[in-house]
């Protein structure tokens, strides 16, 4: 999860200058997959927010906080080269050695978030995005997730401790207005009732021989390959797993010579979602795998992966997902396995002398793993409808 920081000096500069108040909403979307957006019905003169976030720690546990509105300070203000200039952040453009607005307060129960941005942004109204899974050992039941003031806990920015802030400050001409208000927020607190992480069963078919094998849910705690290997089934469904990282790391089932047992060799690796791994099977087996579906990222090498897309928005084709990934640029080439590659590639057309993508597209699903070449490393790659 992205570290959170006291609200910057730029932050605060928004929040001590603003004048009189406008009128903006905020609301809750929940996604069904362990995400919830919070969402402004008028985004058109966001610059600034600054709001905490309830929930209850004894069901959910708030793993990450992203937001594609506000971005990264290193994407809010690329024309400011000194650091002098950038108002809180170092030479590289981070913030407290972080390069996101949004972070982790250390507190139970609720999160403290703080982002400002050079521009507002009409088109996209969605400010954040929060991501929950079910609390390791908890039971899941409804809660109610809510959004209210932030108090200070510092002077930071001319504020006493215990001062509540203006959830949202925009820009009009020169003058920065409050768009909701603190009183309005204390008054009327944004809420998501009845939340619960909904969990799923899903039954993968695997095949006698080889599979791309991903872990369709998420993953339980400290998982390890060892441990994957036993709920399969062990030695009799299980002939080996391999995993690819700069090279093979292989669990297999192979005779010990001095014992004249059958012994599972190799080093336990974990296994974590957004990763595929070779599995071979001795024989075809239904496995039904129950849990939440994973909203985790993928983060990809340059050359081979071996890599899956948790939870991809539904009708997602193989080659939108690569004009998504960056195209002839980064991607050399994806590959299915169905009884035999499936293969998208970008070539060289002899006749045309232009790059095109070759082989037909196929759908990316959340039950599948793909063989990915990349000429470019990416981190944090999710599909996008």
């Known amino acids: ?8 000096v730029m932050v605060m500069a928004l929040f001590f200058s603003a004048n009189a108040a406008y009128a903006v909403t905020l609301s809750f979307v929940d996604n069904g997959n362990g995400t919830v957006d919070i969402m402004a019905d008028d985004s058109s003169q966001v610059l600034g927010a600054a709001f905490t976030v309830e929930y209850d720690s004894d069901i959910l546990a708030l793993t990450d906080v992203d937001s594609t509105y506000f971005g990264t300070f290193v994407q809010q203000f690329p024309e400011l080269v000194n650091a002098a200039d950038k108002k809180g952040m170092d030479a590289s453009g981070n913030v407290d050695g972080f390069p996101a607005p949004i972070v982790e307060n250390n507190l139970t129960g609720k999160v403290k978030i703080a982002a400002a941005c050079h521009t507002a942004n009409a088109a996209n109204k969605k400010l954040f995005t929060l991501t929950f899974a079910l609390k390791s050992g908890a039971t899941s039941a409804p809660s109610t997730i809510r959004i209210v003031p932030t108090e200070m806990d510092s002077t930071a920015g001319g504020y006493a401790v215990g001062d509540k802030i203006d959830p949202l400050i925009g820009v009009s001409g020169e003058t920065y207005p409050v768009l909701l208000t603190k009183e309005t927020l204390a008054n009327n607190p944004v809420e998501l009732p009845n939340y619960e992480i909904s969990t799923v069963d899903i039954d993968m ?47 297999e089932y192979k005779l010990n010579p001095f014992s004249g047992v059958t012994e599972l060799s190799g080093n336990a690796f974990d296994i974590v979602n957004g990763k595929g791994y070779l599995l071979y099977m001795d024989i075809a ?41 960056g195209g002839s640029t980064d991607v050399i080439k994806l590959m299915k396995w169905e009884n035999g590659w499936k293969t998208n590639e970008y070539k060289l057309n002899p006749f045309s002398g232009t790059i095109e993508l070759s082989g037909n597209s196929y759908d990316i699903t959340n039950e599948e793993a793909y063989l990915l070449y990349m000429n470019t490393a990416k981190t944090g790659f999710r599909p996008t409808e």
Do not use: R
């Open 1 to 8: 999860m992205k570290k959170l920081f006291v609200l910057t």
């Open 285 to 325: 087996k239904v496995h039904t795998f129950s849990g939440m579906l994973s909203s985790a990222p993928t983060d990809l090498a340059a050359g081979m992966n071996i890599s899956s897309f948790p939870n991809p928005p539904a009708g997602l084709t193989s080659y939108q997902l690569l004009v998504q990934l």
């Open 205 to 251: 078919n695997l095949a006698a021989g080889l599979n791309i094998f991903t872990y369709p849910v998420e993953v339980p705690d400290a998982f390890t390959s060892y441990q994957l290997i036993a709920l399969l089934g062990g030695e009799g469904s299980v002939k080996k797993l391999m995993k690819w990282e700069n090279g093979w790391k292989t669990n």
